[in-house]
């Protein structure tokens, strides 16, 4: 990953700050300039193993440290604790990058003040295999070469693109953020109707992972819209006709998914 240096701080190594880390070590970064705050005592020793600098808390930060980014990877319900103990960090400078579903930025310019840069990510956790879909906003605070590190910094797990209103972060949530569950949902509704349709149910759990596996890289392979693809494999008056005459009835699964990313969006909107 050209460019990207520490020092980082990175506030959490769960699955998702994990998976940030992993794709930030991979990319060259120097593990002695990165510093991860986890309570976790056996994820610090693996950390530790690897050159990163893992710590208990950001009392244990070296007091004079400068970071270039603080990311926070915990919570949205963690933040209220968290946050006063990196008031001085972030004061010292450094872009604050979170990626807490439903915390606004002003959760953090409270936190640290009205001149503090901040950008939002909603990554999902396919990035945990460098296939993530994350999508980025800032305040005004952040400078161009702010908003290129946040982008570099998640563009280690997977594709960046960029919203220039926070509120739609709300949508993202509950689209890209949700949407592997929904994938995952969609496969166990193919294999469950593939065993009451008689497959043994191993057969039908692997033909509906693959069918799904190999639907998404089809799709990604070109340039052609879904409807196309889709489109491409109805032949008139056929099997698959027959299938999607049903899903696609009245009111359909445009609706379902139309009601469940405005549920999604608006629990989202609740947790701000």
């Known amino acids: ?13 769960g699955k998702m700050g994990g998976a940030l880390l992993q794709g930030w070590l991979e990319r060259g970064l120097d593990p002695a300039s990165t510093y991860v705050i986890e309570p976790d005592e056996a994820t610090r ?3 530790a193993e690897r050159g990163v600098r893992a710590l208990g808390g950001q009392a244990e930060l070296p007091p004079d440290l400068v970071a270039r980014a603080i990311v926070f990877a915990i ?33 953090f310019t409270d936190a640290f003040g009205e001149d503090t ?18 999508v980025l906003w800032s305040n005004a605070r952040a400078s161009p070469g702010q908003r290129d590190l946040a982008a570099e910094l ?15 972060m709300h ?7 949700g949407g592997p569950a929904y994938v995952f949902l969609l496969i ?34 070109g340039d052609e819209p879904p409807s196309t693809l889709r489109q491409n494999v109805t032949s008139p008056g056929g099997t698959t006709q027959a299938a999607l005459g049903v899903l696609m ?13 405005a549920a999604g969006a608006a629990r989202s909107q609740e947790l701000a």
């Open 171 to 177: 949508a993202v949530t509950a689209m890209s953020g």
């Open 117 to 134: 840069p901040v950008v939002r990510a909603m990554p999902n956790t396919p990035a945990a295999i460098g296939k993530g879909a994350s």
């Open 45 to 47: 020793a693996s950390l």
């Open 154 to 168: 998640l563009a280690a797990v997977g594709t960046v693109d960029w919203i220039e209103d926070e509120d739609l």
């Open 1 to 13: 990953m050209t460019g990207l240096a520490g020092p980082l701080v990175l506030v959490g190594c």
């Open 188 to 221: 166990e509704a193919l294999a469950t109707a593939g065993r009451k349709a008689g497959l043994p149910e191993a057969l039908a759990t692997s033909l509906a992972r693959t069918t799904v596996i190999g639907a998404g890289a089809l799709a990604a392979a």
């Open 249 to 261: 009835a009245e009111p359909g699964i445009q609706a379902l998914f139309d009601r469940a990313i």
């Open 75 to 107: 919570k949205p319900q963690m933040m209220g604790d968290a946050l006063p103990g990196y008031h001085a960090l972030v004061g010292r400078g450094g872009l604050v990058v979170s990626i807490a579903a439903g915390t606004l930025a002003r959760r």
